[in-house]
């Protein structure tokens, strides 16, 4: 078990069965995701959630993106763990917020049509990466060698 804290606060939440989207980060006293720290084990890690699939057997891979992720939100809301959280999402001003991303050093924005159901492959999406971000240097290289390790 790679992450047995967090495995043990969303086996918790109030569902039998679900599939949640989402990406597991470390985050540091302003929020921001701290790949080293997850990386390393360093610190307790959050699932971070961006889309809802499924559901005690109700199956949302066909809804609109907007639709899944206004469920989403409500159960995030109701399901009250500290360790779940929502990804928020902006219908317009892409740009600005891409520039806002960068300016703060953040890795970058998946950009996602809002009436668009789920598909699994990645050309349903488009990550738009930060190429300053500090934290995108040496990656590759911890990686390798974590790898290694197995």
């Given at each position: 078990m790679k992450f047995p804290s967090l495995v043990t606060a969303l086996a918790k939440l109030p569902a039998a069965s679900a599939i949640l989207d989402g990406e597991i980060v470390c985050l540091n006293d302003?929020?921001?995701?701290?790949f080293n720290q997850l990386l390393g084990r360093k610190?307790?890690?959050?699932?971070?959630?961006?889309?809802?699939?499924?559901l005690g057997g109700a199956d949302f891979r066909?809804?609109?993106l907007i639709e899944r992720k206004h469920r989403l939100a409500?159960?995030?809301?109701t399901a009250s763990c500290p360790r779940l959280l929502y990804a928020q999402h902006?219908?317009?001003?892409?740009?600005?917020?891409?520039?806002?991303?960068?300016?703060?050093?953040?890795?970058?924005?998946?950009?996602?049509?809002?009436?668009?159901?789920?598909?699994a492959s990645r050309?349903?999406?488009l990550k738009i990466k930060n190429r300053s971000y500090s934290q995108a240097e040496g990656r590759h290289e911890l990686l390798t060698k974590r790898?290694?390790?197995?």
């Open positions: 302003h929020g921001v995701s701290q610190a307790e890690p959050v699932f971070y959630v961006f889309d809802f699939l499924w066909e809804l609109p409500q159960f995030v809301e902006i219908e317009a001003n892409g740009k600005k917020l891409f520039r806002e991303i960068c300016s703060r050093d953040l890795e970058g924005i998946v950009a996602k049509r809002s009436r668009s159901n789920y598909r050309s349903a999406w790898q290694g390790k197995r």
